[in-house]
């Protein structure tokens, strides 16, 4: 398992931006696939978007393509997650996760096969 830590976040208004960070302290993030998922209250946990070990691959839930731009720095053990045009459908919990060892984005993302987790950050979308 690998440490992770969300920043960023907060309150935005509809049509903002705001951008999240995750990092990975102690740990080399380079050698994971990072997904960003998301949990609204009173709803299931789902997979945004998805950024490859080597960040050649990239995956983005229908709602936020367009929107939304993961990236990664490696050489700043960081990964980033770009939110533009923002509605209050995106507000929720947001949480960047790993699963084992896995460099790829699998395509399906099912939180229960993540194992390593940050605390989650919360962006508020509110005029």
């Known amino acids: 398992q690998v440490q992770l830590e969300e920043s960023g976040g907060g309150l935005v208004q509809p049509g903002g931006s705001t951008r999240l960070s995750c990092v990975a302290p102690?740990?080399?993030?380079?050698?994971?696939?990072i997904v960003w998922f998301r949990q609204a209250p009173g709803k299931e946990r789902e997979g945004v978007s998805c950024?490859?070990?080597?960040?050649?691959?990239?995956y983005y839930e229908d709602s936020v393509k367009g929107r939304f731009t993961i990236s990664r720095d490696n050489a700043k053990n960081t990964v980033y997650l770009q939110m533009n045009s923002l509605k209050p459908e995106d507000t929720a919990v947001y949480y960047c996760?790993?699963?084992?060892?896995?460099?790829?984005?699998?395509?399906?993302?099912?939180?229960?096969?993540?194992?390593?987790w940050g605390q989650g950050t919360q962006v508020t979308v509110s005029p």
């Open positions: 102690g740990s080399t993030l380079a050698y994971y696939a």
């Open positions: 996760a790993a699963r084992g060892l896995l460099r790829d984005c699998p395509g399906i993302y099912n939180p229960d096969e993540y194992g390593s």
């Open positions: 950024i490859s070990a080597a960040g050649g691959y990239v």
